[in-house]
T-cell receptor, first 113, second 114 residues
Framework: NAGVMQNPRHLVRRRGQEARLRCSPM?????VYWYRQLPEEGLKFMVY????????ESGMPKERFSAEFPKEGPSILRIQQVVRGDSAAYFC???????????FGPGTRLLVL | AQSVTQLDSHVSVSEGTPVLLRCNYS??????LFWYVQHPNKGLQLLLK??????LVKGINGFEAEFKKSETSFHLTKPSAHMSDAAEYFC????????????FGTGTRLQVFP
């Protein structure tokens, strides 16, 4: 059973470009969570999704950030018009249902030049 | 609001000596508590979790943690450190009862010297 998969593992963007981060949950998991880790800090919750639904987006910045988890395919975290402050590691986690253990992917390290 | 405080940003031990990584939590309800480990440039791996069953929780790789409600602590221990234990360790609490949001501590970087 493959773990949580994220791609790309590393992403370089110039200011103003768009970044798309993908997350495929573990097999059988229908709940996805996105976290951001700024340098030298712990992870901060961004958003929690189930298939086709956003359950909790209280940690998402109000502008430029969006997330989706379609019926088919991976979950996508999209950052429009990236700025240098968006440089961070973005981790995805999945669980088989709510209030169950979250398993983390290897992360996508975004660098904005 | 729930929170976790990791009391040490860095801990250094010699191989073969005990490890103690300290964590205190604040919660208005009976929390779920976790320890995750992050090796350099890798994802997070769950070491162990406490969910109101036994207060002494055994995890992988010889780690264990004890939930002490009176001290609001959930310290992580290991009797004998191994070089491969060198990593960043995060103490984590569930944000609220009935939600999936996790709150992470700022991390403790463990160094193991030969």
């Amino acid at each position: 059973n493959a773990g949580v998969m994220q791609n790309p593992r590393h992403l370089v963007r110039r200011r103003g470009q768009e970044a798309r981060l993908r997350c495929s949950p573990m097999k059988g998991h229908s709940h996805v969570y996105w976290y951001r880790q700024l340098p030298e800090e712990g992870l901060k919750f961004m958003v929690y999704l189930q298939k086709e639904n956003i359950i909790d987006e209280s940690g998402m910045p109000k502008e430029r950030f969006s997330a989706e988890f379609p019926k088919e395919g991976p979950s996508i975290l999209r950052i429009q018009q990236v700025v240098r402050g968006d440089s961070a590691a973005y981790f995805c986690a999945s669980s088989e249902q709510g209030l169950k253990t979250q398993y983390f992917g290897p992360g996508t390290r975004l660098l904005v030049l | 609001a729930q929170s976790v405080t990791q009391l040490d940003s860095h801990v250094s031990v010699s191989e073969g000596t005990p490890v103690l990584l300290r964590c205190n939590y604040s919660s208005s309800y009976s929390p779920s508590l976790f320890w995750y480990v992050q090796h350099p440039n890798k994802g997070l791996q769950l070491l162990l979790k406490y969910t109101s069953a036994a207060t002494l929780v055994k995890g992988i790789n010889g780690f264990e943690a004890e939930f002490k409600k009176s001290e609001t602590s959930f310290h992580l221990t290991k009797p004998s450190a191994h070089m491969s234990d060198a990593a960043e360790y995060f103490c984590v609490v569930s944000a609220e009862s009935g939600t999936d949001k996790l709150i992470f501590g700022t991390g403790t970087r463990l160094q193991v010297f030969p």
